[in-house]
């Protein structure tokens, strides 16, 4: 909570947040895009879209205070971008890296609201508005989150298994042990299980039993 904050400072943070994080939306639609993903590509910029919406109306109700809460959410408004370059490494630790910065920018939003709301209530006005603005930002934030979170589960996949189709010789079994294991490593323990069945059905079920074996000793 920042105590030397006025209501207007307070909304003024939320919009920039807001901005940052639709940003991010856009960018990271512009690199599914550029990397052939252009079915998810159109989800976020409907997630996008719907966070402009969101900022739109909080937009309105500031504007119900008239010239004494002067806010312009323009900077909280994001078209579409094709700037979606990540800097360095390959196109899925680039997924990593924009998921991780959706969830940073969300926890930011969402902590500058929560200020917001306790500004606004110490100074006598009311926060119905920004608490029905939390929700629907939230929400469709996170829905760009799991996009992004699907498509890198999608890249990791395609990369592994075609790794696991170069294998041969005396130490596939090893070498495939350990790259399901890098593999695992690289996802959210909440979507390993289901990885590691799709690498099962792929016809290296020998490895996977391997895997299990040895994560369980």
């Known amino acids: 909570m920042h105590s030397s904050r006025t209501p207007r400072d307070h909304v003024s943070a939320v919009v920039a947040a807001h901005g940052a994080l639709a940003y991010q939306v856009a960018q990271a639609s512009a690199l599914l895009r550029a990397n052939a993903y252009d079915k998810y590509a ?78 606004l209530a110490g100074a006598g006005l009311p926060a119905g508005e920004i608490t029905a603005y939390r929700r629907v930002a939230r929400l469709w934030a996170g829905e760009a989150i799991d996009v992004v979170a699907a498509v890198h589960r999608l890249a990791l996949a395609d990369h592994y298994i075609r790794r696991l189709g170069l294998l041969a010789g005396g130490r596939a079994g090893r070498e495939g042990v350990d790259l399901l294991r890098r593999w695992m490593h690289e996802l959210e323990e909440a979507d390993r299980e289901g990885e590691l069945e799709l690498a099962a059905t792929c016809g290296y079920e020998q490895f996977v039993e391997r895997y299990r074996a040895e994560s369980a000793g």
Request: aromatic letters at 6%.
């Open 42 to 119: 159109a989800h976020l910029e409907e997630h996008r879209a719907e966070l402009n919406v969101a900022i739109g109306e909080l937009a309105l109700w500031f504007d119900s205070f008239g010239d004494w809460l002067p806010i312009d959410v323009g900077s909280g408004l994001h078209a579409a971008t094709s700037d979606g370059v990540v800097a360095g490494g390959s196109f899925e630790t680039q997924l990593h890296t924009v998921r991780e910065s959706l969830k940073a920018g969300l926890r930011r939003l969402l902590g500058e609201v929560a200020d917001a709301r306790s500004g």
